[in-house]
């Protein structure tokens, strides 16, 4: 799998999760029981992340998911599960992913990301 870039996004509405999610632009691989997708994460965080697609999995489905943390090496490889689908006409066309576990170097990762981007000039 080629590293990834992270892309910084604008801040987008209130949030509504157990933990700060940084919107970023990261290429995710992930799989369901019969297919192979490649798309891009437009946020994170250590319970999930949002994958813009037009083909979202139906809320249940179980994923397989492998991305990088920029600075690492690495890949972060874990299952998780589709919790919220939105349309073209709700913002940005994709699906919610709840990780179903992470090991402590992957959440490591992401909260480092996370915390980096939150304190970025420009950022509140």
């Known amino acids: 799998m080629p590293k990834s870039s992270v892309v910084p996004l604008p801040e987008s509405g209130p949030e ?3 933990s700060d999610r ?22 994170i965080n250590e319970g999930g992340m949002f994958v813009e697609t037009d083909r979202p999995a139906p809320v249940g489905t179980s994923v397989s998911l492998q991305f990088r943390i920029p600075g690492s090496d690495e ?5 998780g599960r589709v919790v919220r689908v939105s349309g073209a006409g ?22 480092d990301l996370v915390r980096s981007l939150r304190s970025a000039p420009g950022r509140r």
Do not use: C, H, K
């Open 90 to 111: 709700e913002g940005a066309a994709g699906m919610g992913i709840e990780f179903d576990a992470l090991d402590a170097r992957s959440r490591t990762l992401i909260n």
């Open 16 to 18: 509504r999760r157990r």
């Open 75 to 79: 890949p972060v490889v874990s299952r």
């Open 22 to 43: 940084a919107d970023v632009l990261v290429r995710v691989d992930y799989q369901t029981v019969d297919e192979i997708f490649s798309d891009f994460a437009r946020n």
